[in-house]
């Protein structure tokens, strides 16, 4: 082998010295950290700026959390989903009177131990309710009181059927892992971006924590209050003309915020509610031809199910599933069966025909119906007049349950607004949301703030600045909607117990005795108290000519309110405007001047149509004054002529210029 040697004197070489490279050892950096190489082709430099900004985007949660129901309201049990409700049943929905006769002893009966299974984490509870025997707390079973916040809520579940109480708690950052620990309901942890559960009208903030009332019907927020230890639960129960009463301690108590409707109330005259009675019949129809040997139906039974409606229209329904069979040629009575003799549907498919919630939704809107009828509105509209906000319905009108769901729906979906504050508001005191529709083309103006006011801000403005600007708009409406949420957050969440003031006592003091009156106005009227009555005395002539007084005692407060107000119209109209006089009741002073207002307003009007005629009459006689020597002929009865305008003959008559 050859070496090489190299002579740093050799005269014919050049050499030049290296500099000393030095070699730090360090640790191994982030991936995203290290310098990119010819073999890295992702751009990942070009998604920095797209994934910095998923923080700041809202992330929609559209998935529906499954809520089962007892098995009794999957099949609508007729003794809790009856097929038709009594005006009493109508007026105390959900809210049945418990009378107690005076100077009664009352004897507590010991509670039966629960034969409920233990919960599996598969099935649950729901499982174990197979029968109306397990939907009692006459038993040791577990239990919450849940009282709701509203007088008249636009939606109320039935027994039998299930909801969920779901603590949401929002992240305060990315890498935040508390998940809240409560006895009662599941935890539900929202990321920062995640949409509200409360549809735009409420939020968790970060760091928050708020339980809320789940089903497939509403969702409302829950506040957990303390139990008092003098309260119990009084139970009550009748069997065979035999009662028994029980006495439990309460675990734990909530109250229930407003609610958010997630499903529309049908109208009275809607499809929605034929459907929903046809559907029902034809589930009962084919039920109980499951139960018979011979799968055949007779129309008695079925009509025990529907007394409300006669044979004609039962049969007329019965036409369209269903074929009749006579027992004979010559007649006398026959049987219902399937067409073609098939089989009936399966119970899965009869249970998805009418849910619990159809029922639930028909009977709202059968309480709304009620409620109106009883405050004097005998014709009740299904659609609003205008569509756009400011009806020309009155306020009670436009509170009815399939109006206010719906105005609700499109709002969260963006398709309308809410009027907020103001009429409308059931808590009355700027702690809930009224779902009365407004106008969205007209300007919104925050509570307290005036028309003048928004309009003088507006033309104090530049001239080259927007007079109408939508996202003002918005901004104002979102801001109103956190002051509202918040003022019922800090309402109902608060522990301390409101107490009356001196002052607002003796305003209920006032607002009781002006009851007996029989002028009192609405407003005045006490619907709650028990001990009120009202003697309604009528002349009645009978056949032979005798006047017999007939005397009427009503103790329903909502029948009270409503002839009270009745009562009220009549008299006012058989009033004239000129012998009104002003009165310490504020409200009938306003009826009054708006009547007195009205009357002008027509006088006015008459005034101004004599002198429209009289000038007429004038000008007609300026243009030709032989129409005033005609005589034997009203001026009034007098022809006007087609062709020419000439009063005194016709178009056919020689006389005319133009013939």
């Known amino acids: 082998t050859m070496k090489i040697s190299l002579d740093l004197n050799d005269p014919n070489m050049l050499f030049d010295p290296l500099p000393k490279i030095q070699i730090y050892h360090t640790d191994t950096e982030p991936h995203n950290k290290l310098p990119l190489n010819r073999f890295n082709l992702s751009n990942d430099k070009h998604y920095e700026s797209h994934l910095a900004g998923r923080l700041i985007r809202v992330r929609q949660t559209f998935g529906q959390l499954v809520v089962q129901h007892a098995l009794p309201a999957l099949?609508?049990?007729?003794?809790?989903?009856?097929?038709?409700?009594?005006?009493?049943?109508?007026?105390s929905f959900h809210r049945p009177l418990m009378q107690i006769p005076p100077n009664t002893d009352i004897h507590f009966s010991r509670m039966k131990a629960s034969k409920k299974k233990k919960k599996d984490k598969k099935k649950g509870h729901v499982d174990d309710i197979r029968s109306t025997k397990d939907l009692t707390l006459k038993d040791s079973s577990q239990f919450v009181l849940m009282e709701y916040s509203e007088e008249h809520p636009p939606i109320i579940s039935n027994i039998?059927?299930?909801?969920?109480?779901?603590?949401?708690?929002?992240?305060?950052?990315?890498?935040?892992?508390?998940?809240?620990?409560?006895?009662?309901?599941?935890?539900?942890?929202?990321?920062?971006?995640d949409t509200s559960p409360f549809m735009t009208f409420g939020n968790v903030e970060p760091g928050q924590t708020i339980s809320v009332y789940y089903n497939n019907l509403i969702r409302a927020p829950l506040f957990r209050h303390d139990v008092r230890h003098t309260d119990f639960l009084l139970l009550k129960s009748t069997y065979k003309d035999h009662t028994k009463y029980y006495l439990r301690e309460i675990p734990a108590i909530f109250t229930i915020g407003q609610s958010y409707p997630v499903q529309e109330v049908p109208g009275p005259h809607s499809r929605k509610?034929?459907?929903?009675?046809?559907?029902?019949?034809?589930?009962?129809?084919?039920?109980?031809?499951?139960?018979?040997?011979?799968?055949?139906?007779?129309?008695?039974?079925?009509?025990?199910?529907?007394?409300?409606?006669?044979?004609?229209?039962?049969?007329?329904?019965?036409?369209e599933f269903l074929e009749f069979h006579r027992r004979s040629k010559d007649g006398g009575g026959g049987y219902w069966k399937t067409r073609g003799g098939g089989d009936p549907p399966t119970e899965e498919d009869l249970r998805k025909m009418v849910t619990p919630e159809m029922v639930c939704l028909y009977e709202s809107m059968l309480v709304g119906e009620r409620h109106l009828q009883d405050l004097g509105y005998g014709d009740v509209n299904d659609d609003d007049e205008t569509g756009e906000g400011d009806s020309k319905l009155e306020v009670e009108q436009q509170l009815a349950p399939w109006f206010s769901t719906r105005n609700f729906i499109n709002a969260t979906q963006g398709k309308a607004m809410l009027k907020l504050y103001g009429a409308?508001?059931?808590?009355?005191?700027?702690?809930?949301?009224?779902?009365?529709?407004?106008?969205?083309?007209?300007?919104?103006?925050?509570?307290?703030?005036?028309?003048?006011e928004k309009l003088a801000q507006i033309e104090a403005r530049p001239k080259s600045a927007h007079r109408y600007n939508v996202a003002e708009q918005q901004q104002i409406y979102r801001e109103e909607i956190a002051r509202i949420w918040k003022a019922q957050l800090d309402s109902?969440?608060?522990?301390?117990?409101?107490?009356?003031?001196?002052?607002?006592?003796?305003?209920?003091?006032?607002?009781?005795?002006?009851?007996?009156?029989?002028?009192?106005?609405?407003?005045?009227y006490h619907v709650n108290s028990q001990n009120k009555y009202l003697v309604i005395k009528r002349l009645i002539t009978q056949k032979n000519g005798d006047k017999v007084w007939q005397q009427e005692v009503v103790r329903d407060p909502v029948v009270m309110k409503s002839y009270l107000r009745q009562r009220q119209m009549i008299e006012e109209e058989a009033t004239s405007a000129e012998a009104l006089e002003p009165t310490d009741d504020e409200e009938k002073n306003a009826r009054m001047k708006k009547r007195i207002q009205d009357q002008l307003?027509?006088?006015k009007r008459n005034a101004e149509r004599r002198r429209q005629r009289q000038l007429a009459k004038q000008a007609a006689l300026a243009e030709n004054p032989v129409l005033g020597l005609i005589r034997g002929k009203r001026e009034g009865a007098m022809r006007r002529c087609g062709n020419c305008g000439q009063l005194g003959h016709m178009k056919t008559n020689k006389n005319c210029p133009k013939f």
């Open 601 to 603: 307003a027509k006088l």
């Open 75 to 91: 099949k609508l049990h007729p003794q809790l989903y009856k097929t038709k409700l009594s005006k009493q049943e109508l007026r």
């Open 492 to 524: 109902l969440g608060n522990k301390v117990e409101p107490v009356l003031s001196d002052h607002e006592g003796e305003d209920d003091d006032d607002r009781e005795d002006q009851v007996d009156s029989p002028s009192a106005s609405d407003s005045n």
């Open 424 to 452: 409308g508001d059931p808590t009355g005191r700027g702690e809930g949301f009224s779902f009365i529709r407004v106008s969205m083309k007209d300007i919104f103006l925050r509570a307290g703030e005036s028309a003048e």
């Open 273 to 319: 509610v034929t459907t929903t009675i046809k559907n029902r019949l034809q589930v009962v129809a084919y039920r109980l031809i499951k139960r018979n040997v011979l799968h055949r139906l007779k129309m008695g039974k079925l009509a025990q199910k529907f007394p409300e409606y006669s044979d004609i229209q039962i049969r007329q329904r019965l036409k």
């Open 160 to 193: 039998g059927m299930g909801t969920l109480i779901i603590n949401y708690y929002r992240k305060t950052e990315p890498k935040d892992e508390f998940v809240p620990n409560a006895d009662i309901g599941e935890p539900f942890v929202l990321d920062i971006g």
